[in-house]
């Protein structure tokens, strides 16, 4: 019943997993079917109801996720590190 990590799937095939839950269909009943995670169809069902549509996160596993959310802060950290450099460039010249 598990997901190969990293899968992805369409916006399309996602919206009619939403809505066989929304025609009552168990998730669970689902995920066998369909071989996909309880977990993801719920996501999916949350995620879908509170926008309207579904963004990339919603197929990212937690560890892509993290992945993700620590290269935004190597990113920022970097640009920190630079604007630092640069003043202590400025400061030495003065």
């Known amino acids: 019943m598990s997901t190969d990590k990293g899968k992805s799937y369409s916006d399309e ?3 009619h997993i ?3 839950v929304e025609a009552g ?3 669970g009943d689902i995920g066998k079917e369909y071989s996909i995670s309880v977990t993801a169809i719920r996501n999916w069902v ?3 109801g509170n926008s309207g549509s579904f963004k990339r996160k919603d197929n990212m596993s937690e560890i ?3 992945n993700s959310e ?3 802060l190597v990113k920022q950290q970097q640009m920190e590190l ?3 450099k640069k003043a202590m460039a400025l400061m030495l010249k003065s």
């Open 46 to 48: 949350k995620n879908y």
């Open 13 to 15: 095939f996602k919206l």
């Open 18 to 20: 939403v809505s066989l």
């Open 82 to 84: 630079d604007i630092l």
């Open 70 to 72: 620590l290269k935004k």
């Open 25 to 27: 269909q168990k998730p």
């Open 64 to 66: 892509e996720k993290e």
